[in-house]
């Protein structure tokens, strides 16, 4: 289940302002759809380190950990700091129909893209369908 909207972020951005900390990992928005065999999620990570991605599975749940430093020149005085800066997090629950073994992953242009194929086995397959209408006689009835 994916939260579309987060009611914590305004009390974030307070905490964050009061005490220079973020109080919880920022979100990291997604976009994710199926095509064909192969699922395909879409992180938006702009300014992370590909270095500091971080992708695992366990018990089917695939998590992304991210982390973005923050920017303060020496010297400089910070006059708006709106860039969210520190680990980012994200979990998601893989199906048993999808292959967690063969996740393949690409970070372009500030976007994660992961590719998840859906097991061999959970693949739509046609049926045979055999007839037994020849091996029976009809016999009229008098």
Do not use: C, W
């Not at 242009?109 to 693949?123: N, Q, S, Y």
């Amino acid at each position: 289940m994916l939260m579309r909207t987060d009611p914590f972020r305004d009390l974030d951005r307070l905490t964050q302002q009061v005490f220079g900390t973020m109080a919880r990992p920022a979100a990291m928005p997604m976009d994710a759809y199926r095509k064909g065999s192969e699922f395909y999620v879409h992180f938006d990570l702009p300014g992370i380190d590909p270095d500091s991605i971080d992708l695992t599975v366990e018990q089917n749940v695939l998590t992304v950990k991210a982390e973005r430093l923050p920017v303060s020149p020496e010297g400089a005085q910070m006059i708006v700091s709106e860039r969210p800066a520190g680990t980012f997090t994200r979990q998601l629950f893989l199906g048993e129909t999808l292959d967690a073994d063969s996740i393949t992953a690409d970070y372009h242009a500030g976007v994660l893209t992961l590719t998840i194929p859906v097991r061999e086995e959970a693949k739509p397959r046609k049926l045979a369908i055999t007839s037994s209408d020849a091996d029976r006689q009809l016999t009229p009835m008098s």
